[in-house]
């Protein structure tokens, strides 16, 4: 308990200890970080720019931007200034807020993700009852749901760690603070009540997963039946990358939090974080907008507005 009492700050694992590899992670660090800022603002700029994108489907792209530009702004920026002056240290405040931002970012991330599961099945299989069902007040209230979802649950298991004691060490095995490995950190087994929230946790996520995967179901079924080509390559372009980016950042989250604890660092434990913290946020602005024309047409538009009003 007296450790619990005066820890101050953690220790971040460093991805190697010779400065010219230190360097090296800054720079792959600020390269995804300039890519992931530059597609999601593009995005965002897009759509409250262009009136014709001012549909469910992009308001929700628009929520999709702003969680994937806070997730990885939490993580990123604090592991490229270590890296950059040489040091691993993030304060327990610091920690502590990490945990509940990324945690906030994140689920409401897979929410907002099963809730445009159900825009394309609504607007693919029951295209007459779109506009009646995705209209401006319920996509506005599915929005907000999730994000209170995620407040909560971020809020929930962010107290129920940093209740803990911890007294094993202050190294965190990871490049951000993470709640899997905090837990190797605590007293004897006074952790086993988190496990059981994030297992409980994981059973929702799983569950809203398959959700997702039985809507998909559905509306694969209806493309089959679309006697165009060109339509149901339109349709599987759609559905099939929304499918993909689900999939990465559940079973990367699932192997995160709930492989079994062990002391030891794991290159396999950094590679998962990478996949599910900073993938998705470089590869959603990618899958889901500059692949599609509209958002193309608007882009060019905002150009060349732009060169215009400097001439």
Same mark, same amino acid.
């Given at each position: 308990m007296s450790n619990q009492t005066t820890l101050t700050e953690f220790l971040l694992l460093g991805f190697s200890d010779v400065r010219e590899l230190q360097i090296l992670h800054f720079v792959m660090f600020l390269v995804i970080y300039l890519v992931s800022l530059m597609g999601n603002l593009l995005i965002i700029a897009a759509v409250v720019l262009d009136h014709h994108l001012h549909t469910p489907m992009y308001f929700l792209l628009v929520n999709l931007s702003i969680l994937d530009l806070g997730s990885i702004s939490v993580t990123i920026p604090k592991s490229m200034a270590n890296s950059l002056i040489n040091t691993r240290v993030i304060s327990y405040p610091g920690c502590v807020t990490q945990v509940f931002l990324f945690l906030l970012f994140v689920a409401t991330d897979f929410a907002l993700l099963t809730i445009m599961a159900y825009d394309r099945y609504v607007a693919i299989c029951q295209p007459l009852h779109y506009e009646r069902v995705m209209n401006r007040r319920a996509c506005v209230q599915m929005a907000a749901s999730a994000w209170i979802t995620g407040i909560v649950?971020?809020?929930?298991?962010?107290?129920?760690?940093?209740?803990?004691?911890?007294?094993?060490?202050? !190294?965190?095995?990871? /490049?951000? #603070?993470?709640?899997?490995?905090?837990?190797?950190?605590?007293? @004897?087994? &006074?952790?086993? *009540?988190?496990?059981?929230?994030?297992?409980?946790?994981?059973?929702?996520?799983?569950?809203?997963?398959?959700?997702?995967?039985?809507?998909?179901?559905?509306?694969?079924?209806?493309?089959?039946?679309?006697?165009?080509?060109?339509?149901?390559?339109?349709?599987?372009?759609?559905?099939?990358?929304?499918?993909? !980016?689900?999939?990465? /950042?559940? #079973?990367?989250?699932?192997?995160?939090?709930?492989?079994?604890? @062990?002391? &030891?660092?794991? *290159?396999?434990?950094?590679?998962?974080?990478?996949?599910?913290?900073?993938?998705?946020?470089?590869?959603?602005?990618?899958?889901?907008?500059?692949?599609?024309?509209?958002?193309?047409?608007?882009?060019?538009?905002?150009?060349?507005?732009?060169?215009?009003?400097?001439?």
């Open positions: 649950y971020s809020a929930l298991h962010t107290g129920n760690t940093f209740r803990l004691p911890f007294c094993q060490s202050n !190294v965190i095995n990871q /490049f951000f #603070c993470e709640i899997p490995q905090l837990l190797k950190l605590a007293c @004897s087994d &006074s952790y086993l *009540s988190e496990v059981g929230l994030l297992a409980f946790s994981m059973f929702l996520g799983f569950n809203c997963f398959v959700f997702i995967i039985v809507s998909y179901v559905q509306i694969f079924k209806t493309v089959l039946r679309i006697p165009s080509e060109q339509g149901r390559h339109k349709a599987f372009s759609t559905c099939l990358p929304h499918l993909t !980016v689900v999939s990465l /950042f559940l #079973c990367t989250g699932f192997f995160a939090y709930l492989k079994p604890t @062990s002391s &030891s660092a794991s *290159s396999l434990d950094i590679m998962m974080s990478i996949l599910y913290s900073l993938v998705p946020p470089v590869m959603n602005p990618i899958i889901y907008s500059m692949r599609n024309k509209e958002t193309k047409a608007a882009l060019n538009k905002l150009f060349v507005w732009r060169l215009f009003t400097k001439n």
